[in-house]
Structure formats: structure tokens, C-alpha cells
């Protein structure tokens, strides 16, 4: 089974992975949405999240933008990203995602790398 937490913000995929007003998780199983429920997190320490999304037991989560510093905390427990997805409403993606058509921006992903590499140097 696949857990899936998508950001949302006003109906559709937020911008921030960590800025939205909740999350929507659906639950796949053989390519079947088996449901679906809304999740609103209580802390604001960012950080947090991929340790919240990983103890949710969920395994994937999809997102337009995110912090670098997440990113790699997502790596540690084990979560697979999709990062630069368009924004969209969930099921729109929930759709492309089922149907092996979600597509990332590279863009988005090379504007996450500029901003990290500026933050070493």
C-alpha cells in the first residue's frame, strides 16, 4: 500500500511544501484510491514534518516547492519526493500520479539547487 500527502492551500497543490493549510492523504492501493482524509499539523517547526509524515506512515509525498533542509530529513526516514509538481487540485495529481504522467518542472528543481548552493558558499 502507498500513502501519499499531498500540501494543499486554497483547494490545490501550495506552493510551500511546509506553508499550506493542510494535507490531504490518500491511501492507494493497486493503482485504486483506497481513501482519502485532510490532516492539519499543530506545530510550526518545520522540521518536524518529515518525521510527523514518516510516524502517518506515509510514503510519498508530492509538492511544488520545498526547503533543501527538508529534503534531505525526508531522505533519512525513507520517504519518496516529488518535487516541482504543478499546482493543481489533489485529485488532478492523484490522477496523473496514478496514470504514471505526474511530471516535475526542472526548473523548480534547479531553482531549489541554486538556492541551496547559494546557502553553502
Request: aromatic share 8%; with cysteine; glycine share 2%.
Amino acid at each position: 500500500m502507498i500513502r501519499i500527502a499531498i500540501p494543499v492551500k486554497k483547494g490545490k497543490l501550495s506552493e510551500f511544501f511546509a506553508l499550506c493549510n493542510h494535507y490531504e492523504i490518500f491511501e492507494i492501493d493497486k493503482k485504486l484510491i483506497t481513501s482519502k482524509t485532510t490532516e492539519v499539523i499543530s506545530f510550526k517547526d518545520i522540521t518536524k514534518l518529515p518525521a510527523w509524515i514518516a510516524k502517518k506512515e506515509i510514503t510519498d509525498v508530492i509538492t511544488f516547492k520545498i526547503d533543501i533542509q527538508l529534503i534531505n530529513l525526508f531522505i533519512k526516514q525513507k520517504v519518496n519526493l516529488y518535487v516541482g509538481i504543478k499546482i493543481q487540485s489533489p485529485q488532478k495529481i492523484i490522477e496523473k500520479y496514478l496514470n504514471g504522467r505526474l511530471i516535475s518542472d526542472k526548473s523548480i528543481i534547479s531553482e531549489i539547487i541554486k538556492k541551496n548552493n547559494k546557502l553553502e558558499q
